[in-house]
């Protein structure tokens, strides 16, 4: 059933592109959200009104562009297995994933894992929840997951010190999801924007007039979540050392998945710390100044021999370790300055 989804979605898209179409038009990889828009209300989950069957384009009747709009605003190609939905219930904002059990098998059932009972309320689980479940009724092995609508954890960018600090310290407590990249990290906005933002253009307010305004990290710090199961797998505690065949994921610098690595075994969570330390390393030191404290953990994390790479304990007492080389009462003083001066630098960008 999934050879044969794709097969006519492909077949749509060719047809598109033969023809001319009006800027802000339906795309063929948006129709599967509006052919299941009423089965999705009947769920309980509502989409924006631009994938209504019965939608008509705001602004046909305005000299303004389409893209100004908040309905013109278009699913990307490469984001078409996710959406946006409100739930009707309580108003809440979420995000719905589609997932083909047949290519990722074991996404749904870890991340269920994550979000049971004896999980879900654990501080230290930086996973993110699955709300709810939902079988596709016309497509075989067709599945929607239900979670948060959260951002991507870098937007907009980190200002200090502290906030990268309090990122890393939250990140490092789960690691192991095979793909530990910084695609698939996310934060908890809500504080951040009390008055949102849209979720197609997350710069911008949800009448598209504006960009969207928010606080600090500093003043509202946000939780950060793990998404992405797709490539995650479960061990048992009981099998250890635990090695398996190499799962790429989106970074492609893995060392030991190299030339002839890239069909032996090797150790996944010593992968998911090279994930970690190279996401470290290109998002944060490689891209601001003030964070030489946390090169060495870094280097110790991206080491090419997997055996060489400390275990996440050690990674996370070593990252302790790291930021007892800061002030005592660094962090205190970092918010009273920023409380009392604006919105103040402790970290410099510079690419």
Known sequence: ???????????????????????????????????????LESCGYMLRPRYHPDWIPSWKSSKKKSYTFEDGQILPPTL???MDAKRISDGKLVKLKRVFKPEHPFEAEIGLYFSSPAL????????????DILEVPDVDDLVLLVMPLLRPYNNPSFVTIGETVDFLKQILQVSATRDCTGVNILMDPKDMYPQGYHPMSILRNWEKDTFAKHRTRTECPPRYYLADFGLS??????????????????DKSVPEFQDEGSFERSDPFATDIYYLGNMIRE????????????RPLVENMIK?????RPSIDQVIQQFQA??????????????????NYGRISAINCYV
Request: aromatic share 14%; glycine share 4%; with cysteine.
């Open 80 to 82: 078409a297995g996710l």
């Open 233 to 250: 797998r479960k061990y048992d505690p009981n099998d250890e050392p635990v090695l398996d065949y190499p799962i790429r994921g989106a």
């Open 304 to 308: 090419k021999d997997p055996s060489a």
């Open 1 to 39: 059933m999934v050879v044969a989804f794709r097969a006519e979605l492909d077949k749509r898209i060719q047809a598109w592109n033969k023809e001319t179409h009006e800027p802000g038009e339906i795309t063929p990889q948006e129709e599967f959200w509006i052919e299941h828009q009423r089965w």
């Open 283 to 294: 998002d944060f030191i490689n891209r601001y100044f003030g964070l030489a404290f946390i």
């Open 120 to 131: 879900k309320d654990d501080p230290h689980n930086h996973c993110i929840p699955i709300l």
């Open 322 to 339: 790291s930021c007892e080389s800061l002030t005592k009462n660094w962090f205190e003083e970092e918010k009273d300055f920023q409380k």
